[in-house]
């Protein structure tokens, strides 16, 4: 297996700007999530899909971030206008199952480092 | 006050060294705990994670909980220039339905050949 494709790995982008990150998550799992790290805060979760609901939204900074997940290999993390203090690195992972009982592991792609100027 | 406390370092330490990485977290419910390494420019990856208190070894690197005191520590021995990275202790707990995890911020270790 290929593990998490996340895309594109780097994005420069002027404030204003639209900018849309995309993940592709391991084959088999049904559960994904987004996060943002930065130094000062580490890394965040941003959202959860559990077979491609949205499950727990709770943190996302406001409403220029939106996230979608139209089928099971596919999703996208769209942020409208961007800001300067966007500049992050944005990782996806995903999950075989997130239960109550049991922790299951969650594996990261390699990210995408985002900045806005 | 953050849910997790993490020591950010850099931690340098000789090739050979017994290494010691902390964290301390505040919110009770928390049930699994979780230690990951993230080399530079790469997504975190698990090394071992282990529920309740007591101790969890895994060749080289042994993870310590004590509840109690909402203490974490992993302990890596006979350290390795391939050690060096970032080391993120996480903690999850059942909320909204799941197993949500909060990391802490990291400790950027440096083992020195």
């Known amino acids: 297996d290929a593990g998490v494709i996340q895309s594109p790995r780097h994005e420069v982008t002027e404030m204003g700007q639209e900018v849309t990150l995309r993940c592709k998550p391991i084959s088999g799992h049904n559960s994904l999530f987004w996060y943002r790290q930065t130094m000062m805060r580490g890394l965040e979760l941003l959202i959860y899909?559990?077979?491609?609901?949205?499950i727990d939204d709770s943190g996302m900074p406001e409403d220029r971030f939106s996230a979608k997940m139209p089928n099971a290999s596919f999703s996208t993390l769209k942020i409208q206008p961007s800001e300067p203090r966007d500049s992050a690195v944005y990782f996806c992972?995903?999950?075989w199952g997130v239960g109550s009982g049991t922790y299951n592991e969650q594996f990261f792609g390699p990210g995408t480092r985002l900045t806005v100027l | 006050q953050k849910e997790v406390e993490q020591d950010p370092g850099p931690l340098s330490v000789p090739e050979g060294a017994i290494v010691s990485l902390n964290c301390t977290y505040s919110?009770?419910?928390?049930?699994?705990f979780m230690w990951y390494r993230q080399y530079s420019r790469k997504g975190p990856e698990l090394l071992m994670y282990?529920?309740?208190?007591g101790n969890k070894e895994d060749g080289r690197f042994t993870a310590q909980v004590d509840k109690s005191s909402k203490y974490i520590s992993l302990f890596i021995r006979d350290s390795q220039p391939s050690d060096s990275a970032t080391y993120l202790c996480?903690?999850?707990?059942?909320?909204?339905?799941?197993?949500?995890?909060?990391f802490g911020t990291g400790t950027k270790l440096q083992v020195i050949p």
């Open positions: 996480a903690m999850s707990s059942y909320s909204g339905g799941y197993q949500k995890v909060t």
């Open positions: 919110n009770s419910a928390f049930q699994y």
């Open positions: 992972a995903s999950s």
């Open positions: 899909f559990n077979n491609n609901v949205p």
């Open positions: 282990t529920y309740s208190s």
